[in-house]
């Protein structure tokens, strides 16, 4: 059974970085599109950005290019998320998801496409 566990989430000031890490078990991470998710509360689940099965391309979402960068590294079986820049409006919980097949990026309700989630990691952005 594939499991996911995010971890590197935390506490950091406007302008700062954080990197999250969505660690893969029972699966290769090379197999599966990988998609961040983040929630933050009272608003909408909103992909953040998704790494295709090998081969395929990256996505990000409009209010992140440029400051997000998503990476595999199939020797750790892990996705990492490189946050810099960091905004307030950056805080949420961010969830790692997996799925066989491509991302469904732009899909309405995208995130009822994955199967695997991790446990989720909180990002808090605030001085």
């Known amino acids: 059974q594939l499991q996911l566990v995010e971890s590197g989430g935390g506490l950091v000031q406007p302008g700062g970085s954080l990197r999250l890490s969505c660690a893969l078990s029972?699966?290769?991470?090379?197999?599966?599109?990988i998609t961040w998710f983040r929630q933050a509360p009272g608003q909408e689940r909103e992909g953040v950005s998704c790494i295709n099965r090998a081969g395929g391309g990256i996505n990000y979402g409009d209010s992140v290019k440029g400051r997000f960068t998503i990476s595999r590294d199939k020797a750790l079986n892990t996705v990492y998320l490189q946050m810099d820049d960091l905004k307030p409006e950056d805080t949420a919980v961010y969830h790692c998801a997996a799925r066989e097949g491509t991302t469904g990026w732009g899909s309405r309700a995208m995130w009822l496409l994955y199967d695997d989630w991790g446990q989720g990691t909180q990002v808090t952005v605030s001085s």
């Open positions: 029972g699966g290769a991470v090379d197999y599966y599109a």
